[in-house]
């Protein structure tokens, strides 16, 4: 039951990556001083000169921001990955004496833009993950058995003496835990993050936070690459440090992740 709560803590985390909330309130902000240029004509060559420069630095500007406005993250992006190899790491020493199930369990997260605003959603598919655990169960009794035939015992002998026990056969206590632990994750099995978000092409960031109010300071990021309909999230910075989705051997759910144009 232990291992199965650790497999879940494996995807609220990365729910939790993405809730980019900036807790500092002491945010730099900056400003854009406007040069106006006057009408009235001017004797000195020179000045006219340092006007029209100015005018120029300032439509080249105005480009810059329109350039980031127009990027095209609307519509949804979706990044699905396998976490059955995640799921075994978790399991501990366990998982090297055992067959680990060949059942994928996919995760999926699916960002959706609109406008100003974002959705992300992070979940497992549920029928993946019950044939992941009915497989599972099967290993593990597997395992179980043979445990016991190596120390001389039967396997009618030590189902009855696990019974004694616990109150049931192995399968059957196998096959319970597993299914109490399906029912315990429930809505864990699918989370959702609201909030707004800004596009800094020229930086390659997209700034999220949780308040509208809160996005033109906004400090957390994620720096990404964008070609055609995939959308690459190579880094996220979250307090001003950069946040790892991973734990020790779970290589699999490193950065970067590749989101396509659903």
């Known amino acids: 039951m232990k291992n199965i709560k650790k497999l879940l803590a494996l995807m609220l985390a990365l729910v939790m990556i993405f809730a980019l909330v900036a807790c500092d309130d002491k945010k730099s902000s900056d400003t854009e001083e406007e040069e106006t240029v006057t ?14 420069e100015k005018e120029e630095e300032e439509e080249e500007e105005e480009d810059k921001k329109t350039e980031a406005d127009s990027v095209d993250l609307e519509g949804e992006w979706l990044y699905s990955v396998d976490m059955s190899e995640a799921f075994g790491a978790a399991m ?19 960002f959706e833009f609109e406008d100003d605003e974002f959705t992300l959603t992070v979940g497992v598919d549920k029928e993946d993950f019950e044939d992941y655990l009915d497989a599972l169960v099967d290993v593990m009794l597997e395992y179980m058995y043979d445990m016991a035939e190596s120390q001389g015992m039967s396997k009618d002998d030590f189902d009855a003496q696990f019974s004694a026990a616990n109150g049931a056969g192995v399968e059957d206590y196998l096959e319970e835990s597993m299914k109490a632990a399906l029912e315990e994750a429930g809505d864990q099995l699918s989370q959702s993050k609201e909030g707004y978000y800004k596009v800094d092409t020229k930086k390659g960031r997209i700034y999220i936070a949780e308040d509208e109010d809160d996005l ?19 880094k996220v910075i979250s307090d001003g440090e950069e946040a790892n989705p991973v734990g020790e051997n779970l290589d699999i759910l490193e950065f970067p992740w590749t989101f396509k144009k659903q």
Do not use: F, H, R, W
């Open 39 to 52: 009408e009235e004509k001017k004797d000195e060559d020179k000045e006219d000169a340092k006007t029209a």
């Open 92 to 110: 501990g020493e366990i998982a090297e004496q055992i067959d680990l199930p060949d059942e994928k369990v996919m995760m999926n997260l699916s």
């Open 216 to 234: 033109d300071d906004a400090e957390d990021y994620m720096e990404y690459e964008l070609s055609g309909k995939k959308l690459t999230i190579t």
